[in-house]
């Protein structure tokens, strides 16, 4: 009897097993589908909405980038109730490597590093960055190349042995004062090359450590203002011919002007400069860039610093080089 009863225990319990592992399996099969479009959802809700913070790479804070970044902040942080901040950083070629590494999510560079970063050229040469992509454009960056008047430095051929600022070796002032010197006929080599940042070029150019500094940035520029304001400033003008013969060559570079005044200077100075533009993480998601690029162009207006005035949503997609974000150019395609 007692084997009798062990047997039927044991054939029950052996229907419970298969019955409760056929609704676990059919169940499963149900539960995990909607698990799964749970998870789906939940993703999506979450990259659409779980950015709290976002960060703006800027430059030093002796140039354009970080007053205008802190501006651009500020009109985040007001329209969507992101906190954004802005950074200071190595500008463009450190910038562009910063977001493909995660480390911010917007960023100032040059839209010729944009480019050369975009095809893995030059100080980015086997490293293509096509993770990121373009928010829109914003101004012109004059290449400046900045002396004391007193130094006798008035052409490019003047700077044969002298200790000039180039920037960082990889930074978009480094290439832009590497091919200046080039359609001037003259290399590295022809100078005595010093890497310093804006600020760290004011002080040496005052202390008279250095002759000349190279200053990619728009006009005018926070390193330079500091510079004039102890002493008289001159900037080395890029003639007619050598402009035309560097944008032949290179065609993301523009003719400029300096306007007289600027700097203390007596006249207008010709000059070549590149674009400024902002950059973004290309997952960050379309309605967030949409509204961040909607925040700063259409705030643009209540820009303090000069450069304000330039940038404007009809030119904000001009010569920017890189795709752009989805949800900057539904901006665009709204205001244009």
């Known amino acids: 009897m007692k084997k009798k009863k062990f047997q039927f225990l044991a054939f029950i319990a052996l229907i419970a097993v298969l019955v409760l592992s056929a609704c676990n ?18 993703a ?32 985040i942080t007001d ?20 977001l493909k590494d995660g480390e911010a999510e917007i960023a100032f560079v040059q839209t010729d590093i944009a480019y050369y970063a975009s095809k893995g050229e030059l100080m980015f040469d086997g490293e293509v960055i096509d993770d990121v992509s373009a928010l829109g454009a914003l101004y012109p960056e004059t290449v400046q190349l900045v002396t004391l008047d007193k ?12 200790k000039v600022s180039v920037g960082a070796p990889g930074s ?17 080599d022809d100078i005595k090359p010093q890497n310093l940042d804006f600020g760290e070029s004011q002080e040496s150019l005052q202390s008279g450590q250095i002759d000349a500094a190279f200053i990619t940035a728009g006009t005018p520029t926070g390193a330079v203002e500091g510079l004039n ?3 008289k400033v001159f900037v080395v003008p890029v003639v007619d011919e050598k402009a035309d013969e560097l944008i032949a060559k290179y065609p993301y ?62 030119t904000g997609l001009d010569g920017v080089g890189i ?14």
């Open 229 to 231: 304001a102890t002493h």
């Open 323 to 336: 795709p752009v974000h989805p949800g900057a150019q539904k901006y665009f395609d709204e205001v244009q």
């Open 172 to 188: 978009g002032t480094y290439a832009n004062a590497e091919q200046l010197l080039e359609i001037h006929g003259l290399t590295m």
């Open 79 to 98: 329209e969507t109730g992101v906190k954004t901040t802005a950074e200071v950083s190595q500008a463009s070629a450190a910038n562009m490597t910063a």
């Open 44 to 75: 999506e809700e979450k990259q659409a909405h779980d950015y709290k913070f976002l960060s703006i790479l800027t430059g030093g804070t002796q140039g354009t980038y970080y007053p205008l970044g802190g501006s651009f902040a500020d009109f």
């Open 151 to 162: 130094s006798g430095i008035k052409s490019f051929e003047d700077l044969k042995g002298k």
């Open 253 to 314: 570079y523009a003719k400029e002007m300096i306007p007289a005044g600027t700097y203390g200077l007596a006249e207008d100075t010709p000059a070549v400069s590149v674009g400024a533009m902002l950059v973004i993480q290309n997952d960050i998601p379309e309605d967030l860039a949409y509204e961040i690029t909607k925040a700063i162009y259409d705030n643009a207006s209540k820009i303090q610093h000069a450069k304000g005035k330039l940038i404007k949503a009809e």
């Open 25 to 42: 399996s059919g169940g499963g099969s149900t539960n995990g589908s909607n698990d799964e479009t749970d998870t789906d959802s939940n």
